[in-house]
């Protein structure tokens, strides 16, 4: 899997859009970008995921450069209910199992 | 549909003492992983294991034994807890195919405290 790279923490305030930013410089043709969200004393749940361009759910958008070696979280109009831990994960469709390692994530912070 | 379940969810064990983390899925994963959090930390991948028989070390396998009993089941052992091996505990699996979208699904984890 690509190592990436993505901020420590962040704070918000409910109604606010918030956009979190991961670096993955090596990611492969054959990867995919992942989002992870765990919220405290659960296991983390997938909330997106995307190849190129953009990517929309219910739940958030992830923004893809044509390089893509960047990819962008964005939650729009946060609640305290987001305050999570957010994962970027990159790697190929698992077609053969490797490790999948988690980095430290981005601990989302919204306030009232 | 149960997903990933963990057994148990809290335990409180002596140093030295011994015992097993069951992890059970019932979505036909090929795939099987155990990762622990310490708070306020990411997630470590201790053991995983691709198919049935099969299993490969982690980022931090010291101290802790696995067994893929069967494609459902991932079981995590420690011979010997130890103080610093207090942690959550969470297993995860993945189909070995997927399609965009679903990815990897965890458990709720098991609290474990080693005294």
């Known amino acids: 899997l690509a190592k990436t790279t993505q901020p420590i923490s962040m704070d918000s305030y409910e109604g606010q859009e918030v956009n979190i930013t991961c670096s993955h410089n090596n990611i492969a043709t054959n990867d995919y970008i992942t989002w992870y969200q765990q919220f405290p004393s659960q296991g983390p749940r997938f909330i997106i995921q995307g190849y190129k361009t953009k990517v929309t759910n219910e739940v958030a958008s992830l923004f893809i450069p044509a390089d893509r070696k960047s990819s962008t979280l964005s939650l729009p109009r946060v609640s305290l209910s987001d305050t999570a831990v957010y994962y970027c994960?990159?790697?190929?469709?698992?077609?053969?199992?490797?490790?999948?390692?988690f980095g430290s994530g981005t601990r989302l912070s919204i306030r009232p | 549909n149960a997903g990933v379940t963990q057994t148990p969810k809290f335990q409180v064990l002596k140093t030295g003492q011994s015992m097993t983390l069951q992890c059970a899925q019932d979505m036909n994963h090929n795939s099987m992983y155990w990762y622990r959090q310490d708070p306020g930390m990411g997630l470590r991948l201790i053991y995983y294991?691709?198919?049935?028989?099969?299993?490969d070390k982690g980022e931090v396998p010291n101290g802790y034994n696995v067994s893929r009993l069967n494609k459902r089941e991932f079981s995590l052992r420690l011979e010997s807890a130890a103080p610093s091996q207090t942690s959550v505990y969470f297993c995860?699996?993945?189909?070995?195919?997927?399609?965009?979208?679903?990815?990897?699904?965890f458990g709720e984890g098991s609290w474990l405290t080693v005294v």
């Open positions: 994960l990159v790697g190929g469709l698992y077609s053969s199992a490797s490790k999948i390692i």
């Open positions: 995860a699996s993945i189909p070995l195919q997927v399609t965009s979208g679903n990815t990897i699904y």
């Open positions: 294991s691709a198919s049935e028989g099969t299993t």
